[in-house]
Protein backbone atom coordinates (compact mmCIF):
# COMPACT_ATOMS: atom_id res chain seq x y z
CA UNK A 1 0.00 0.00 0.00
CA UNK A 2 1.35 3.45 -0.93
CA UNK A 3 2.51 5.66 1.82
CA UNK A 4 1.55 9.54 1.14
CA UNK A 5 2.19 12.91 2.79
CA UNK A 6 -1.10 12.63 4.47
CA UNK A 7 -0.76 9.31 6.40
CA UNK A 8 2.81 10.47 7.42
CA UNK A 9 1.56 13.52 8.95
CA UNK A 10 -1.37 11.56 10.49
CA UNK A 11 1.41 9.52 12.39
CA UNK A 12 2.98 12.40 14.08
CA UNK A 13 3.56 12.23 17.45
CA UNK A 14 3.57 8.69 17.17
CA UNK A 15 6.21 8.00 14.99
CA UNK A 16 6.03 4.65 13.54
CA UNK A 17 3.99 3.16 16.59
CA UNK A 18 6.73 2.27 18.71
CA UNK A 19 6.20 5.29 21.02
CA UNK A 20 3.27 3.50 21.76
CA UNK A 21 4.62 0.46 23.51
CA UNK A 22 3.01 -3.08 23.32
CA UNK A 23 3.54 -5.32 20.84
CA UNK A 24 3.20 -6.03 17.34
CA UNK A 25 1.24 -8.93 15.89
CA UNK A 26 0.28 -9.44 12.21
CA UNK A 27 -3.24 -10.72 10.99
CA UNK A 28 -4.52 -12.84 8.13
CA UNK A 29 -6.40 -11.20 5.73
CA UNK A 30 -10.30 -11.74 7.24
CA UNK A 31 -8.58 -13.35 10.34
CA UNK A 32 -10.93 -11.92 13.88
CA UNK A 33 -8.63 -9.16 16.22
CA UNK A 34 -11.46 -9.30 19.03
CA UNK A 35 -15.13 -10.38 18.96
CA UNK A 36 -17.73 -8.70 20.51
CA UNK A 37 -18.65 -9.27 24.01
CA UNK A 38 -15.04 -10.20 24.85
CA UNK A 39 -12.87 -8.57 27.70
CA UNK A 40 -12.06 -5.10 26.94
CA UNK A 41 -8.26 -4.64 28.09
CA UNK A 42 -6.26 -3.25 25.29
CA UNK A 43 -6.51 -1.05 22.30
CA UNK A 44 -5.32 -1.46 19.02
CA UNK A 45 -2.98 0.86 16.31
CA UNK A 46 -2.91 -0.10 12.94
CA UNK A 47 0.27 0.56 11.53
CA UNK A 48 -0.04 -1.66 8.44
CA UNK A 49 -3.19 -2.87 6.21
CA UNK A 50 -7.01 -2.15 7.09
CA UNK A 51 -9.69 -2.90 9.75
CA UNK A 52 -13.68 -2.99 9.57
CA UNK A 53 -15.68 -3.16 12.94
CA UNK A 54 -19.17 -4.53 12.77
CA UNK A 55 -21.87 -4.77 15.70
CA UNK A 56 -24.54 -6.59 15.91
CA UNK A 57 -28.01 -7.09 17.85
CA UNK A 58 -30.33 -9.80 19.41
CA UNK A 59 -32.86 -8.32 16.46
CA UNK A 60 -30.55 -7.35 13.58
CA UNK A 61 -27.76 -9.10 11.64
CA UNK A 62 -24.54 -7.52 11.86
CA UNK A 63 -24.18 -4.10 10.67
CA UNK A 64 -20.45 -2.56 9.42
CA UNK A 65 -20.04 0.45 11.93
CA UNK A 66 -16.43 1.70 10.70
CA UNK A 67 -13.69 0.91 8.51
CA UNK A 68 -10.21 2.40 9.25
CA UNK A 69 -6.94 2.21 7.93
CA UNK A 70 -2.98 2.56 8.63
CA UNK A 71 -2.85 5.21 11.50
CA UNK A 72 -6.05 4.93 13.37
CA UNK A 73 -6.70 3.89 16.69
CA UNK A 74 -9.29 0.95 17.78
CA UNK A 75 -10.91 -0.49 21.10
CA UNK A 76 -10.19 2.85 22.45
CA UNK A 77 -13.34 2.75 24.30
CA UNK A 78 -11.73 0.22 26.62
CA UNK A 79 -10.24 3.48 28.39
CA UNK A 80 -13.53 5.45 29.24
CA UNK A 81 -14.28 1.85 31.65
CA UNK A 82 -16.21 0.13 29.04
CA UNK A 83 -14.85 -4.11 30.10
CA UNK A 84 -16.73 -5.42 27.09
CA UNK A 85 -15.82 -5.10 23.14
CA UNK A 86 -18.96 -2.97 21.77
CA UNK A 87 -18.11 -4.84 18.38
CA UNK A 88 -16.27 -7.24 16.57
CA UNK A 89 -13.02 -6.28 14.70
CA UNK A 90 -11.43 -7.98 11.19
CA UNK A 91 -8.38 -7.95 9.45
CA UNK A 92 -9.63 -6.40 5.70
CA UNK A 93 -6.10 -7.29 4.68
CA UNK A 94 -2.84 -9.01 5.66
CA UNK A 95 -1.99 -6.12 8.69
CA UNK A 96 -0.27 -5.48 11.41
CA UNK A 97 -1.69 -4.27 14.29
CA UNK A 98 -0.01 -3.13 17.51
CA UNK A 99 -1.80 -4.06 20.72
CA UNK A 100 -1.39 -1.60 23.52
CA UNK A 101 -2.54 -2.35 26.97
CA UNK A 102 -4.76 -0.25 28.81
CA UNK A 103 -2.98 0.15 31.75
CA UNK A 104 0.34 1.10 30.18
CA UNK A 105 -2.23 3.65 27.63
CA UNK A 106 -3.19 5.51 30.62
CA UNK A 107 -0.13 5.94 32.66
CA UNK A 108 0.68 7.51 28.77
CA UNK A 109 -1.97 9.81 28.69
CA UNK A 110 -0.93 11.08 32.72
CA UNK A 111 2.61 11.98 31.76
CA UNK A 112 1.51 14.90 29.51
CA UNK A 113 4.22 14.89 27.01
CA UNK A 114 3.99 15.28 22.84
CA UNK A 115 2.61 11.43 22.83
CA UNK A 116 -0.22 11.95 25.07
CA UNK A 117 -1.40 15.49 23.65
CA UNK A 118 -1.07 14.14 20.24
CA UNK A 119 -3.29 10.78 20.94
CA UNK A 120 -5.85 13.28 23.30
CA UNK A 121 -5.94 15.44 20.02
CA UNK A 122 -6.51 12.20 17.72
CA UNK A 123 -9.71 10.79 20.19
CA UNK A 124 -11.34 14.27 20.58
CA UNK A 125 -11.14 14.20 16.33
CA UNK A 126 -12.76 10.69 16.45
CA UNK A 127 -15.17 11.99 18.57
CA UNK A 128 -16.21 15.13 16.12
CA UNK A 129 -15.54 13.15 13.13
CA UNK A 130 -18.06 10.52 14.06
CA UNK A 131 -20.68 12.99 14.71
CA UNK A 132 -20.37 14.76 11.75
CA UNK A 133 -20.21 11.81 10.02
CA UNK A 134 -23.92 10.31 11.49
CA UNK A 135 -25.05 14.14 10.27
CA UNK A 136 -23.89 14.03 6.89
CA UNK A 137 -25.38 10.30 6.85
CA UNK A 138 -28.45 11.67 7.51
CA UNK A 139 -28.67 13.97 4.79
CA UNK A 140 -26.63 12.86 1.99
CA UNK A 141 -27.72 10.82 -1.33
CA UNK A 142 -26.24 7.26 -1.10
CA UNK A 143 -23.81 8.02 -3.89
CA UNK A 144 -22.55 11.20 -1.76
CA UNK A 145 -22.50 8.47 1.26
CA UNK A 146 -20.21 6.32 -0.57
CA UNK A 147 -18.19 8.76 -1.74
CA UNK A 148 -18.08 10.33 2.01
CA UNK A 149 -16.63 6.24 2.83
CA UNK A 150 -14.48 5.90 0.75
CA UNK A 151 -12.83 9.82 1.27
CA UNK A 152 -12.67 9.14 5.18
CA UNK A 153 -10.75 5.34 4.46
CA UNK A 154 -8.24 7.34 2.52
CA UNK A 155 -8.06 9.63 4.99
CA UNK A 156 -8.15 12.61 2.36
CA UNK A 157 -9.00 16.06 2.68
CA UNK A 158 -8.89 19.09 0.21
CA UNK A 159 -5.44 20.06 1.05
CA UNK A 160 -4.16 17.11 1.54
CA UNK A 161 -2.20 14.09 -1.35
CA UNK A 162 -4.01 13.90 -4.71
CA UNK A 163 -4.54 10.01 -4.59
CA UNK A 164 -4.13 7.92 -1.86
CA UNK A 165 -4.30 3.97 -2.25
CA UNK A 166 -7.00 2.00 0.41
CA UNK A 167 -7.61 -1.90 0.45
CA UNK A 168 -10.23 -3.13 -2.26
CA UNK A 169 -13.84 -3.45 -0.28
CA UNK A 170 -16.39 -5.65 -1.44
CA UNK A 171 -19.19 -3.69 -2.77
CA UNK A 172 -21.42 -5.75 -0.22
CA UNK A 173 -19.90 -4.18 2.55
CA UNK A 174 -19.67 -0.75 1.44
CA UNK A 175 -23.85 -1.12 0.86
CA UNK A 176 -23.61 -2.23 4.57
CA UNK A 177 -21.77 0.95 5.41
CA UNK A 178 -24.46 3.25 3.64
CA UNK A 179 -27.29 1.43 3.72
CA UNK A 180 -28.14 0.65 -0.21
CA UNK A 181 -27.88 -1.93 -1.83
CA UNK A 182 -24.54 -4.00 -3.72
CA UNK A 183 -25.73 -3.04 -7.42
CA UNK A 184 -26.38 0.55 -6.30
CA UNK A 185 -22.78 0.52 -4.98
CA UNK A 186 -21.74 -1.23 -8.16
CA UNK A 187 -23.27 1.64 -10.34
CA UNK A 188 -21.90 4.17 -8.24
CA UNK A 189 -18.34 3.12 -8.22
CA UNK A 190 -18.74 2.69 -12.10
CA UNK A 191 -19.36 5.84 -12.31
CA UNK A 192 -16.89 7.38 -10.11
CA UNK A 193 -14.37 5.09 -12.12
CA UNK A 194 -15.33 6.27 -15.28
CA UNK A 195 -14.96 10.01 -14.15
CA UNK A 196 -11.11 9.80 -12.67
CA UNK A 197 -12.39 10.03 -9.35
CA UNK A 198 -11.19 6.02 -8.63
CA UNK A 199 -9.22 3.63 -10.12
CA UNK A 200 -8.18 0.37 -9.45
CA UNK A 201 -4.27 -1.12 -9.32
CA UNK A 202 -3.87 -3.54 -7.47
CA UNK A 203 -5.90 -1.69 -4.71
CA UNK A 204 -8.65 0.79 -4.95
CA UNK A 205 -7.39 4.32 -5.71
CA UNK A 206 -8.87 7.13 -4.30
CA UNK A 207 -8.29 10.70 -5.94
CA UNK A 208 -8.83 14.41 -4.20
CA UNK A 209 -10.99 14.96 -7.16
CA UNK A 210 -13.68 12.42 -5.43
CA UNK A 211 -15.07 15.64 -3.24
CA UNK A 212 -17.00 16.71 -6.35
CA UNK A 213 -19.29 14.04 -5.99
CA UNK A 214 -20.30 16.10 -2.00
CA UNK A 215 -20.61 19.66 -4.14
CA UNK A 216 -22.48 18.25 -6.78
CA UNK A 217 -26.34 18.79 -4.72
Known sequence: MKRTQQTASRLNGFSSGASLGGKVL???RKQDIYTQGAPAD?????????????T?????PSAVSAILGVGDFFGEICLAGYP??????VALTASSIRIIPKRKMLQMLRKKNKVSNALVAYLLSSVQKYK??????????AE??????LLRLAHLDKSGPSVVEI???SHQVLAEMIGTTRPRVNLFMNRFRKKGYID??????VRQSLWKVLRSR
Open 42 to 54: TLFYIQEGGVRLT
Open 84 to 89: HRVCTA
Open 144 to 149: QRLARV
Open 26 to 28: RYR
Open 132 to 141: DHVAQLLTSS
Open 200 to 205: YDGGLE
Open 56 to 60: RTKQQ
Open 167 to 169: PVL
